[in-house]
Each structure stands twice: as C-alpha cells, then as structure tokens.
C-alpha cells in the first residue's frame, strides 16, 4: 500500500499570512494527488485534483503543486475561514485503495 | 441542488450489521462513480468502498467480505450494508460522488471525491 504523510501535523497562521502544506507518497504516484479541506463537524470539501487543478468555485489563494512523491499545497493570504484540517489523498492505487495523508490543523495564530 | 444525505447510522453489537442509506438529489446516482469514506479515530479518512456507474464493486481490503455498496435506481439511493461489525468500524461514513480526470501521461484516471454528504455515526459497543 501507497503511504501518504503529510508536514507540518499543525501550524498557526495569522490572517494575511502565506501557509505551505507539504505532503509525500511512499512511492510515484505521478500527479495522482488530490487536496481537501475539512472544518470541525463537516464534511471534506474537494479543494484540488491532479495535484494542482482547482475544484470549481476553490478560491484562486489555494493552489497545488508536485509530481512524483512530493506535493505542496499552498494558501496565499490566509483567510479567517480557511482556519480548518487539510487532507492530501493518492488516487495512483485503484478505487478504493488510494489512501488519504494524516492532516495538517491550521489554526489561528 | 446536488445533495447527498445519509441515514442509517447507530449503535450496534460487535458481530452485528446495519444498513447505511445516501440519499442523492441533483443528479442522477447511476451516472456517476459513487464512494462510501469513513473517518475513524484510528485510522482517519479511508475510502472503504466504490462502485462504478457500471455497477462493479470495489471494496478496502479492511471490510471486503463483510461490507457491500449498493444503489437502487428507482430510490436513486446508495447504500452500504455493513456485517461482522468490529469495534475499529466504529466512526463517521459519509457518501461522495466521485469523479475522474484522465492523466495521458500515465494513461489512467485520477479519481477525487467531489461531492460529500454530512455523513452518518456508527458506534459499535456491548
């Protein structure tokens, strides 16, 4: 199986600041990589697929980026309610064995 | 409105079996590749199971044989009937929609969960 891990576990942030997410597969998985966004009791929420393709309506401060085994997601000018946990997520094993990272919290500074 | 709604979850006996519903309003279930993701405290998110519009199944290696996903067009309903339940399964399941991007490069699909319901608690305890 494809292990995912994802850097920092955690981070504050204060609003307006930049947020790098790194995330990295046991092995290739090309750009087989999505992103999503999870608030306190919801759902996650597709934020990017194909490792830097924007969802429909995601904010254009979101972005992705990487190939191979290492992936960056990054937030460019924070916003109160981006405050939430991010879940990288490997599609290269087929469904349902791509496996999701453990979380980065990003919460207030 | 796309909407995704589940029901079904609860407590139940380890050894048991329940079944959960995902009620699906926006589009049509059939035409979509369609995921069951569960959210545990030990494990976090793990996708569990997929069915392709097709109507072949897929399972993680953690349920096989003891999970089946299921839809029922008429209802335009997923399902997902959980047997031999252990204490591990115990979390939030929640239905997506699931959607496909083709990579020419590596001249395969990368899929991604697109839509989400707001999920559905099982507790599994004696």
């Known amino acids: 199986d494809i292990q995912m891990t994802q850097s920092p576990s955690s981070l504050s942030a204060s609003v307006g600041d930049r947020v790098t997410i790194t995330c990295r597969a046991s092995?290739?998985?090309?750009?087989?990589l999505n992103w999503y966004q999870q608030k306190p009791g919801k759902a996650p929420h597709l934020l990017i697929y194909?490792?830097?393709t924007l969802h429909t309506g995601v904010p254009s401060r979101f972005s992705g980026s990487g190939s191979g085994t290492d992936f960056t997601l990054t937030i460019n000018g924070v916003q109160p309610e981006d405050f939430a946990t991010y879940y990288c997520?490997?599609?290269?094993?087929?469904?349902?064995?791509?496996?999701f990272g453990p979380g980065t919290k990003v919460d207030f500074k | 409105e796309v909407q995704l709604v589940e029901s079904g979850g609860g407590l139940v006996q380890p050894g048991g079996s329940l079944r959960l519903s995902c009620a699906v309003s926006g589009f049509i279930v059939s035409n979509y590749d369609m995921s069951w993701v569960r959210q545990t405290l030990g494990k976090g998110l793990e996708w569990v199971s997929f069915i392709h519009t097709g109507g072949t199944p897929r399972y993680a290696d953690s349920v096989k044989g003891r999970f089946t996903i299921s839809r029922q067009n008429r209802k335009n309903t997923l399902y997902l009937e959980m047997a031999s339940l252990r204490h591990e399964d115990a979390g939030v399941y929640y239905c997506a929609r699931t959607r496909d991007s083709y990579t020419s490069d590596a001249n395969r699909n990368n899929y991604y969960m697109d839509v989400w319901g707001k999920g559905t608690t099982l507790i599994v305890s004696s």
């Open positions: 194909s490792a830097s």
């Open positions: 092995q290739s998985i090309s750009i087989f």
């Open positions: 997520q490997q599609s290269a094993s087929d469904p349902p064995r791509g496996t």
